[in-house]
């Protein structure tokens, strides 16, 4: 079974606050996506990563950044939280193929005050 | 632009009942249509997956259909259980891109 993984899984911010979020996946998988999900939008892609040290923006990159230093790690950085990005944040993974073939983690819910 | 469009936006059945959810979409070209569902608190797990050629797939107690022509996909959910209760989310493939519903959140009462 794939198993996608998020570090936490509440998070509250003050307004300025740097954020990490973390994403680990067991499946040797290349692609990694970063995703936010907000009541009544769909899924809006923030960032993908193909390989270690790659990345690509998504569809609302700004206000964030990413980093993947390992395969199996894929990292989202609020550098200044703001409250409009209070947010549920879903990390997924796929093989670089099947990009479209996506496993979710449970996600994040920060809160951003 | 790509859109999915999906209706109702929530719904309230009592347990052993039916339901039918309704995904439209402009999504060009297509490739493919997948359900998920999203339990609370969870990430989205994939329900069923159509291509052009499929009208009828079945997963158990759900079902969904799919119209190229008219761009309409339905998921139908057959004597609905507890366990029903979560969003239902379509995701439309073009070559590229996913595109993905706001969802149709279901409860389910007893």
């Known amino acids: 079974d794939v198993k996608v993984t998020q570090s936490s899984r509440y998070l509250v911010k003050r307004t300025g606050e740097k954020v990490f979020l973390e994403c680990v996946q067991d499946m040797d998988h290349e692609n990694m996506f970063w995703y936010r999900q907000d009541p009544g939008l769909g899924l809006r892609l923030i960032y993908f990563?193909?390989?270690?040290?790659?990345?690509e923006k998504g569809d609302i990159p700004e206000g964030y950044s990413v980093s993947r230093e390992k395969k199996e790690r894929f990292s989202l950085i609020l550098e200044s939280a703001s409250t409009n990005q209070t947010s549920m944040y879903l990390c997924a993974s796929s093989l670089l193929t099947a990009w479209y073939e996506q496993y979710f983690g449970p996600g994040t819910r920060l809160t951003v005050t | 632009k790509n859109q999915v469009e999906q209706s109702p936006q929530s719904l309230i059945i009592l347990e052993g009942k039916n339901c039918t959810l309704q995904?439209?979409?402009?999504?060009?070209?297509?490739?493919?249509l997948r359900w998920y569902k999203q339990d609370t608190g969870r990430g989205p797990v994939s329900l069923t997956i159509?291509?052009?050629?499929?009208n009828t797939k079945s997963n158990g107690r759900y079902t969904a259909t799919l119209d190229a022509d008219t761009k309409q996909s339905s998921l139908h959910i057959t004597a609905s259980q507890l366990s029903d209760s979560a969003s239902y989310i379509c995701v439309v493939r073009n070559d590229y891109k996913l595109s993905f519903g706001a969802g149709t959140t279901v409860t389910v009462r007893a």
């Open positions: 990563s193909y390989d270690v040290k790659m990345k």
């Open positions: 995904c439209n979409y402009t999504v060009s070209p297509f490739s493919n």
């Open positions: 159509m291509t052009f050629s499929e």
